[in-house]
């Protein structure tokens, strides 16, 4: 019950911060993630190295929360999609850049949106 409680508070939290301020757009959001995907670091060991600036921390950080909202709260909601264990937070961020380029009728969504829709174009059940 305090789960649902949870994610029913998040949800609300943010739908009204989304009415209240102008949310940053699909195409605005990329380019945030510009500094990442084209400066990561691929480790020997199967770890990334982040650049060191806000932009690329920003970016990650959002893509850290979907992938918890993800994992904790979407899919006890009855969300579909079906992210292998596997698939690395940069894969995830690399399929979102891929999504926006091949379909940039997309990029005046809200951000938001256009995560969850490149995460279902990949990974949808």
């Known amino acids: 019950m305090k789960k649902k409680f949870t994610a029913f508070a998040v949800i609300f939290l943010l739908i009204g ?18 500094e990442l995907t084209e400066n990561v670091e691929f480790l020997p060991d199967g770890m990334v190295s982040l650049p060191d600036n806000n932009d690329a921390g920003y970016c990650w950080g959002v893509f850290k929360t979907w992938q918890q909202l993800h994992t904790n709260v979407a899919t006890s909601l009855g969300d579909c999609l079906a992210i292998p264990d596997e698939v690395t937070l940069i894969q995830i961020v690399l399929v979102f850049e891929k ?8 990029g005046h969504l809200d951000f938001g949106k256009g995560i969850y829709n490149s995460l279902k174009d990949s990974w949808g059940c």
């Open 17 to 34: 911060t989304a009415q209240s301020v102008k949310a940053e757009s699909t195409l605005e959001f990329m380019e945030s993630c510009r």
């Open 99 to 106: 999504f926006v380029k091949d379909n940039p009728a997309q």
